[in-house]
Every structure is written in C-alpha cells, then in structure tokens.
C-alpha cells in the first residue's frame, strides 16, 4: 500500500511536506480530510471515503472505542495494583 500511495503521490506532484493521505471521523458529526487525500482522488472515491467516515460517526464507533478502551484500562489498572501489592 505505502508503494501505492507514493505512486499516487509522484503522479499527482503531492510532496510528503503535504502531510499525510488521511480522512477520520471525530466523534459527533465532524469529518475530517487531508487536502493531500482530496488531490488524488476522484470525486466519487472522495464521497466514498467521507461516507465511510460518517458511517463511523453514525454509528458511534468512537464513543464505543473509548467506553471500551477505559474499561479495559481500568481492569488492567485494578489487575496491576493487585499483583504490586501482593508481592
């Protein structure tokens, strides 16, 4: 892929000081791309790509990732604690 998106980029003049190839979905309703992304593709790839993105919104993938990531966080904490005061 990393060979892929440097062809892109020599064919499209898109120097790496233009910063990554990137679309992500914030939480909430915010979308955001990378002007690098929006110089390579066409504009129904583009569409793709931020519904793609939304989709995550809509179906609250991120809200679900940080419930998810402090619970285990919070085990892992709690397990750790245990094990230090054990010994």
Request: proline share 1%.
């Amino acid at each position: 892929v990393k060979e892929e998106v440097n062809v892109y980029r020599t064919r499209n003049g898109i120097s790496s000081r233009d910063g990554e190839l990137n679309a992500f979905a914030t939480g909430g309703k915010d979308v955001f791309y990378t002007p690098s992304l929006s110089k390579i593709l066409n504009e129904r790839e583009m569409i793709a790509v931020l519904l793609h993105e939304y989709g995550h919104n809509k179906e609250k993938h991120i809200e679900k990732d940080f419930v998810t990531n402090s619970f285990i966080s919070i085990i892992s904490f709690a397990l750790v604690g245990t094990f230090l005061t054990i010994n």
